[in-house]
């Protein structure tokens, strides 16, 4: 049996904070709880950790500023947890690192869904290494979700990154719509206004195209969603 996954959950809401406490270590996860940013650094100081579930209305320093500053050092996972009118915030929250988001009030199913879905990438021994694939000279490293140039450097990706890539790339020259995409990595359904996959190209574009201003490996199909064009291979 593999050690549970250490998740950290940081909201300064007590009821909040213990109901995603609850359903974390429910689903068979090990839980530690913050009521904010200097409260989980501490955490992570201490004990490593896979994901963290964190809010974005946090005091003092907000959950956008934690994201930044976790990206920074780390791949961890980041799922943010916000209110339903911050459409704003998720954004900015996705483009700055994020892996997803969950808006309150949250179902406890859709919560367990996105968190194993953000952990599945972080290593499952049962499970064979995907072979590195080349595309335009670029290589893509699934297992240890990195990226290496043309020119030789290494370039990190998150695993919303990854899973985007690894869709991409399993269907060069297709046209995969947004919904289709967002089913691909993430498995749940597509929502009217959801910009996560537009936000996660944008955040790919920015670290594979000479361009990303005008792209040529991920392009647009105008009101059908993404073509990945370069030739794969492994």
């Known amino acids: 049996m593999t050690d549970p996954y250490h998740i950290v959950v940081v909201e300064d809401d007590a009821v909040?904070?213990?109901?995603?406490?609850?359903?974390?270590?429910?689903?068979?996860?090990?839980?530690?709880?913050?009521?904010?940013?200097d409260g989980m650094w501490r955490i992570l100081e201490r004990d490593a950790a896979d994901l963290i579930l964190l809010d974005?209305?946090?005091?003092?320093?907000?959950?956008?500023?934690?994201?930044?500053?976790?990206?920074?050092?780390?791949?961890?996972?980041?799922?943010?947890?916000?209110?339903?009118?911050?459409?704003?915030?998720r954004i900015v929250g996705l483009e700055i690192g994020a892996d997803d988001y969950i808006t309150k009030p949250f179902n406890p199913r859709e919560l367990l869904a996105r968190v194993k879905s953000v952990l599945r990438r972080a290593g499952d021994g049962s499970r064979e290494p995907a072979p590195a694939r080349r595309f335009a000279g670029w290589v893509f490293s699934a297992a240890a979700r990195k990226l290496v140039s043309p020119g030789g450097d290494i370039v990190q990706l998150t695993r919303a990154e990854h899973e985007l890539l690894a869709a991409l790339a399993d269907h060069p020259g297709q046209v995969l719509s947004r919904e289709r995409l967002l089913a691909l990595i993430t498995h749940r359904s597509w929502e009217p206004?959801?910009?996560?996959?537009?936000?996660?190209?944008?955040?790919?574009?920015?670290?594979?195209?000479?361009?990303?201003?005008?792209?040529?490996?991920?392009?647009?199909?105008?009101?059908?969603?993404?073509?990945?064009?370069?030739?794969?291979?492994t």
Not at 67 to 89: C, H, P, W, Y
Not at 211 to 233: C, N
């Open 193 to 233: 206004g959801d910009r996560t996959i537009d936000v996660l190209v944008r955040r790919l574009r920015r670290k594979i195209e000479q361009d990303p201003g005008k792209p040529e490996l991920i392009v647009t199909a105008h009101g059908e969603g993404y073509v990945f064009t370069p030739a794969v291979t």
């Open 56 to 89: 974005i209305n946090l005091p003092r320093e907000d959950g956008l500023d934690l994201t930044r500053k976790l990206r920074a050092q780390s791949s961890i996972g980041i799922i943010l947890v916000t209110v339903r009118t911050d459409e704003v915030d």
């Open 16 to 37: 909040t904070r213990t109901k995603l406490a609850g359903y974390a270590q429910a689903a068979g996860h090990r839980v530690s709880e913050a009521e904010d940013g």
